[in-house]
């Protein structure tokens, strides 16, 4: 990764005005950088892995991540999510509420 690159993408796979689907990729030592959910939402894992979760107030969490079992969030949820430690990649794909 250099400077710019957060080592984290995301691929939009539906957006129709009610929900949202996005595909997210976290390469090891990548980052989402810190951000805010205006909506609930839920995570469906493709991987069984953990990722880190910053938290807004500082505060951090392991998250562990089973393929398959999703988790939801409320809205307002503000974080950075990290894959400090991985050797692949953390992939997962959340899908939002709009409406």
Same mark, same amino acid.
């Given at each position: ?15 129709n ?11 090891p030592? =990548? &980052? ?7 909506? +609930?939402?839920? @995570?469906?894992?493709?991987?069984t $892995?953990?990722?880190? /979760? ?11 991540l089973?393929? =398959? &079992? ?7 949820? +503000?974080?950075? @999510?990290?894959?400090?430690?991985? $050797?692949?990649?953390? /992939? ?8």
């Amino acid at each position: 990764m250099n400077a710019g690159d957060p080592g984290s993408t995301a691929e939009v796979q539906l957006d129709n005005g009610v929900f949202r689907v996005t595909k997210w990729t976290i390469e090891p030592g =990548g &980052v989402i950088p810190m951000h805010r959910h205006d909506h +609930e939402y839920v @995570v469906v894992p493709l991987v069984t $892995d953990s990722m880190l /979760v910053r938290n807004a107030d500082g505060t951090e969490i392991t998250a562990e991540l089973e393929a =398959g &079992v999703s988790y939801t969030r409320p809205a307002g949820s +503000e974080h950075e @999510v990290s894959n400090p430690g991985g $050797d692949a990649p953390v /992939v997962f794909i959340e899908v939002e509420r709009l409406s």
